[in-house]
T-cell receptor, first 112, second 111 residues
Framework: GAVVSQHPSRVICKSGTSVKIECRSL??????MFWYRQFPKQSLMLMAT?????????EQGVEKDKFLINHASLTLSTLTVTSAHPEDSSFYIC????????FGQGTRLTVV | GEDVEQSLFLSVREGDSSVINCTYT??????LYWYKQEPGAGLQLLTY?????DMKQDQRLTVLLNKKDKHLSLRIADTQTGDSAIYFC???????????FGTGTRLLVSP
C-alpha cells in the first residue's frame, strides 16, 4: 500500500525554539495532507489541512501563526511549531490520502 | 455534527475472537476505517469499508456495517498477543477528505 513517511520520529527542543516536522508521500502525489495532534491516551485531533500551492486550512482553536504549514510540492508538507512551549509537547501525526488515508509514523515532540 | 464513539477497553484471551464496536453520526460518510496504533507509533490502516457494503472480510478481520443504526464493528478472529494495541474507527467527513476519529479502544490480549 501507499506509504507516508514522517520525520523526525522524536525531537526534544528548548522552550522558545522552533521545530520543523516533515511529511512525505513516497509513492503517490498528495494535493492534500492532514496534520493531527494526539494527547496521551486520547484520540487524534485534526489541526489543519495542508493544500499544495495554497494556504492551509486550520481547525477552530488552532493558532496558524504558531503552527506554520507549508505544502510546496505534491509529495511534501511541513509543520513548523514556532516558539515552542512545554504545552506544545505532544504526538503529531500527518496523513495523506490516495483513495484511503495513510498515516506517517508520528513525531513525538518534547519541549523542555 | 460529527461524533464517533467506541468503548474504551477490551480484554480477551489469546485464540479468542475480539469484537470492537463503533457508532458514528454522519450518515453521509463514504468510507469507514479501522486503524491500529501500537505504543509510540503512527496509525496502521487495517481495513476500510465502503458505505454501500454491509460486510468485508480480510483474512482474520471482518468488518460489519449497519447503516441504519450507524454501527460499525471489527471482529478479529484467533486474536494474538501481537494484536494488543489501540484500535480507532474513523469516518470520512464527506466532501472534506478529513477523517473523524473515534475515541479508540484499547485491546489487551492475554496469553
Amino acid at each position: 500500500g501507499a506509504v507516508v513517511s514522517q520525520h523526525p520520529s522524536r525531537v526534544i527542543c528548548k522552550s522558545g525554539t522552533s521545530v520543523k516536522i516533515e511529511c512525505r508521500s513516497l509513492d503517490f502525489q498528495a494535493t492534500t495532507m492532514f496534520w493531527y495532534r494526539q494527547f496521551p491516551k486520547q484520540s487524534l485531533m485534526l489541526m489543519a489541512t495542508s493544500n499544495e500551492g495554497s494556504k492551509a486550512t486550520y481547525e477552530q482553536g488552532v493558532e496558524k501563526d504558531k503552527f506554520l504549514i507549508n505544502h510546496a510540492s505534491l509529495t511534501l508538507s511541513t509543520l513548523t511549531v514556532t516558539s515552542a512551549h512545554p504545552e506544545d509537547s505532544s504526538f503529531y501525526i500527518c496523513s495523506a490520502r490516495e483513495t484511503e488515508a495513510f498515516f506517517g509514523q508520528g513525531t513525538r515532540l518534547t519541549v523542555v | 455534527g460529527e461524533d464517533v464513539e467506541q468503548s474504551l477497553f477490551l480484554s480477551v484471551r489469546e485464540g479468542d475472537s475480539s469484537v470492537i464496536n463503533c457508532t458514528y453520526t454522519d450518515s453521509s460518510s463514504t468510507y469507514l476505517y479501522w486503524y491500529k496504533q501500537e505504543p509510540g507509533a503512527g496509525l496502521q490502516l487495517l481495513t476500510y469499508i465502503f458505505s454501500n457494503m454491509d460486510m468485508k472480510q480480510d483474512q482474520r478481520l471482518t468488518v460489519l456495517l449497519n447503516k441504519k443504526d450507524k454501527h460499525l464493528s471489527l471482529r478479529i478472529a484467533d486474536t494474538q498477543t501481537g494484536d494488543s494495541a489501540i484500535y480507532f474507527c474513523a469516518e470520512d467527513a464527506t466532501g472534506f477528505q478529513k477523517l473523524v476519529f473515534g475515541t479508540g479502544t484499547r485491546l489487551l490480549v492475554s496469553p
